[in-house]
């Protein structure tokens, strides 16, 4: 027989879904269509910052003369935005931010439909590009950017055919996709999350606290660095290397090297040092 106590908690549990479906079911009414466009006219651009939150983030080339930056999604309207551009002698900064209206604001239509920042590029060679966000996917395609700098707290990061002197990107919690990049020096860094590196040319340090570390290339003569607290790595390399050191530090798992060596070794003159770290995982080289 079901007593006093366990109806009152029944009772809560109902009033509580009854809470969440009318706010869902509310707010998915209240939620509006923007699309929003700025063009900038100015040709001495050659470094770019962009700076959010709360949307995600794609840059593109384009073969058009002016800059376009467009905001396209659903919004609440609960919530204040502002996109704003400023372009001054050759930088160029795009800002877009929210600020709630009211002190309560449960938006699942921002999960549903989010909202979507594109910024397109003239093809040319660019000095710096800097994208600064707070929550939301971050991406990059075909690109030239002497220096490459993405920090995002909460969101995967994905770049395309990039090509730079020298690429940063830090995720606090999202999964990092690099596949075709050509650059002289690559600093890559997920608190949480993989760390994915395909055909990714160049001098990298890699870090990864929680989350495997993998990188497919061509060759492996040149300096690398990765190490990972909780994860496996794992190197796949289309040609023996010929000339490096390798450097293998493994607390809880196991490392193989090319399927001749458990641990450190070196392989020619060892002029090119490849220094792999975990802490919980395995390190495998093939």
Do not use: C
């Not at 999964?175 to 990049?181: G, T």
């Amino acid at each position: 027989m079901i007593n006093k106590k366990n109806l009152s908690i029944i009772a809560g549990i109902i009033f509580i879904i009854g809470i969440i479906g009318s706010l869902f079911t509310y707010r998915s009414i209240a939620a509006v269509p923007i699309s929003e466009e700025k063009v900038i006219n100015n040709n001495n651009v050659s470094s770019v910052i962009i700076d959010t939150n709360n949307v995600r983030v794609n840059t593109y080339p384009t073969t058009e003369s002016n800059i376009k930056i467009t905001l396209d999604g659903e919004v609440n309207p609960n919530i204040k935005r502002t996109l704003i551009t400023d372009d001054k002698d050759s930088t160029l900064l795009i800002s877009y931010k929210e600020k709630q209206q009211r002190w309560f604001n449960f938006d699942i239509s921002e999960v549903l439909a989010p909202l979507t920042l594109n910024v397109y590029l003239p093809e040319k060679q660019y000095d710096s590009l800097k994208v600064s966000n707070n929550n939301g996917y971050v991406s990059a395609k075909k690109l030239n950017v002497t220096h490459f700098n993405i920090n995002t707290s909460n969101g995967r990061v994905e770049l395309r055919e990039i090509n730079s002197q020298k690429v940063i990107a830090e995720a606090n919690n999202g999964i990092m996709d690099f596949k075709d990049i050509m650059a002289q020096n690559i600093h890559v860094k997920s608190n949480n999350g993989r760390i994915m590196l395909d055909h990714v040319e160049g001098e990298i340090e890699g870090q990864s606290k929680n989350g495997s570390l993998t990188l497919k290339t061509n060759e492996l003569d040149r300096n690398l660095n990765f190490t990972t607290h909780n994860g496996k790595i794992n190197i796949e390399t289309e040609k023996e290397p010929t000339n490096v050191q390798f450097n293998v530090s493994v607390d809880n798992g196991r490392a193989n090297i090319l399927d001749k060596y458990k641990g450190n070794a070196v392989i020619g003159e060892g002029e090119n040092l490849i220094k792999l770290t975990t802490h919980n995982g395995n390190i495998s080289v093939k």
